[in-house]
């Protein structure tokens, strides 16, 4: 089994400033057929009883994504109830009745946390006719719950209660829910006086093939929340597009870019203009004069200060926003560094709601993989190389530039060619060698055995292919967010510059890649938070940079 990454940082909820809960597509239909059986023509086995009953509810088993700022729970697993653990039952005065959950299924699903140390349990019913407000019962009866867990398997386990209203109130279209994060605030002696609700999610977010965003009691607005506003004329064309509405999704999120070089610098400009309310970029690099042709918004002033690159197109990004409520952060750092350090930005990557990759290297990639699944992040990734023919003096047919997308419901960046392990001439073995070790056909440190490789060549690239990769990524973040269409969703696109021909990567059989191959493990990971290893290490390529402009970067990483 897994282990947890290291240094995940201890964070409780009532130290956290944004508190999330998420799912995979899959366990929301799945949990849909446990709340709601009628609707369905098949339920999950153990879920028919559940629809004579007037409240409907099962248990989950959860995990916790630990970020900089937000805590995210999320529903790692149903435990399946069997016919009648899951009953009514009268209040002692007769005028009310109230869900119960039986002992023997509670201590069963309380028995599967040993498949998955560190995780703990979530509780789910539903508010038929009424809205997702838990009543005085429902607080008295959660805290009871989770202080027999605490007593169990310890008090540091991540706990919830989930309320999901099958006819909300007046002037919500769709299912409203309540989730409340429960913990204690005492180390030592978690006693079930000291457990307390310490959060209320501010929104839902449901990740597969599309990442949707559920409204809350909590009605929190921007990215901590299902959604923002729009600006009825700055973004009058896009409104034209999808509507107020979409608009709207699109404000609800944050979406972080890994990178801020010549594609993520064209990223941070679309990414403004496009209404979303927050972004968040991560890039430890600074901006020299072999970037100006490509960094976009970039000048020869930050060239000659050697300004970061996050700064930078956090700085295009607030010039260029449309939305009068858009907010950045820059964050100096590397996403594969341990968390045991300053530089660390893997934490602000799990601040977001989707992650925008324009780092080139397998490691990185390979890290972003690894995040997607176990932390519920949808990622999309885009890089382009290209080749010289020399005979030709031209393009070689074999450039390309390829954008992907990894997550539940889609195939990951290793089964689509995007990283792979390799050697010490490539793949992420190279990429985590120190800089001076690194053998390899092409990039920075090519044919390099001594020294730092500064002189070495660099690898060709140009602003316009830059352009048609940042382009197509945001093309497929509009699909994913606002669902403008089915088409692009899952996949691999591949764009030959030297003819112009856009094709989707396809498999042996000749058929569009729309899944992982056959025994990847991806798939296991899913969901499981904190408890997923993840491949951080010691970015040698950030401390280069770090100790070499120490002057530049005497600020906190965090901005």
């Not at 977001?352 to 519920?376: F, G």
């Amino acid at each position: 089994m897994p282990s947890p990454s290291p240094a995940i940082p201890d964070q409780s909820l009532s130290d956290a400033s944004e508190y999330h809960f998420a799912l995979s597509e899959e366990k929301h239909n799945c949990l849909q057929r446990y709340l709601f059986p009628s609707q369905f023509e098949t339920t999950p086995k153990g879920a028919s009883y559940l629809e004579e009953l007037s409240e409907r509810g099962v248990i989950g088993i959860l995990t916790q994504s630990t970020g900089s700022d937000r805590i995210t729970h999320l529903l790692h697993s149903i435990v399946e109830p069997e016919s009648d653990e899951v009953y009514i039952e009268e209040s002692d005065d007769g005028w009310s009745k109230y869900l119960h959950f039986s002992a023997g299924y509670r201590a069963r699903a309380t028995e599967r946390l040993e498949e998955l140390p560190g995780a703990g349990l979530v509780y789910f019913h539903t508010h038929p006719g009424r809205s997702a407000y838990p009543s005085k019962a429902d607080l008295q009866t959660a805290q009871t719950r989770f202080a027999d867990l605490a007593r169990n398997v310890g008090h540091d386990v991540p706990m919830a209660a989930a309320i999901v209203a099958e006819q909300p109130r007046h002037g919500v279209e769709t299912r409203e829910w309540s989730v409340r994060g429960y913990g204690t605030d005492n180390d030592d002696d978690p006693r079930p006086s000291e457990l307390s609700l310490q959060a209320q999610a501010g929104a839902v977010r449901v990740v597969g093939s599309r990442l949707r965003k559920l409204a809350t009691t909590q009605r929190a607005s921007g990215p901590a929340g299902a959604g923002g506003s729009s600006d009825l004329v700055t973004q009058d064309s896009t409104l034209e597009l999808w509507g107020e509405r979409g608009q709207q999704q699109l404000a609800g999120i944050r979406v972080g870019v890994i990178g801020c070089g010549g594609v993520g610098s064209l990223l941070a400009e679309q990414v403004a203009r496009l209404g979303v309310d927050e972004a968040v970029f991560i890039d430890f690099d600074s901006v020299k004069p072999a970037n100006l042709n490509r960094a976009y918004g970039a000048t020869r002033d930050d060239a000659r200060k050697q300004r970061p690159k996050a700064k930078v197109a956090r700085r295009v990004a607030e010039r260029s926003a449309s939305s009068d409520s858009f907010s950045a952060r820059a964050v100096i750092g590397s996403v594969v560094e341990d968390r045991t350090t300053d530089c660390a930005a893997l934490g602000a990557a799990l601040d977001c709601d989707i992650l925008l990759n324009a780092a080139d290297t397998h490691w990185v990639r390979k890290v972003l993989d690894e995040v997607a699944y176990a932390h519920l992040i949808p990622v999309l990734d885009g890089g382009t190389e290209l080749i010289v023919d020399e005979d030709a003096d031209g393009l070689a047919h074999s450039s390309a530039s390829e954008i992907a997308a990894a997550g539940p419901g889609h195939p990951c960046l290793n089964c689509t060619g995007a990283w792979i392990d390799g050697d010490r001439k490539e793949g992420v073995v190279r990429d985590r060698k120190p800089p001076n070790e690194r053998i390899g056909p092409g990039g920075l440190y090519a044919d390099v055995r001594d020294g730092d490789g500064e002189d070495a060549p660099r690898d060709p690239s140009i602003v316009t292919t830059n352009g048609v990769v940042a382009s197509v990524m945001m093309e497929r973040l509009h699909a994913i967010v606002v669902g403008t269409t089915d088409e692009t969703l899952v996949g691999k696109q591949v764009y030959r510059p030297a003819s112009g021909a856009m094709n989707w990567s396809k498999d042996n059989s000749g058929n569009r890649t729309t899944t992982c191959r056959d025994g990847c493990a991806r798939a296991q990971t899913e969901a499981m938070g904190n408890q997923a290893e993840v491949s951080t290490g010691h970015d040698y390529d950030m401390r280069k940079e770090v100790d070499e402009f120490e002057d530049i970067y005497d600020t906190t990483p965090f901005e």
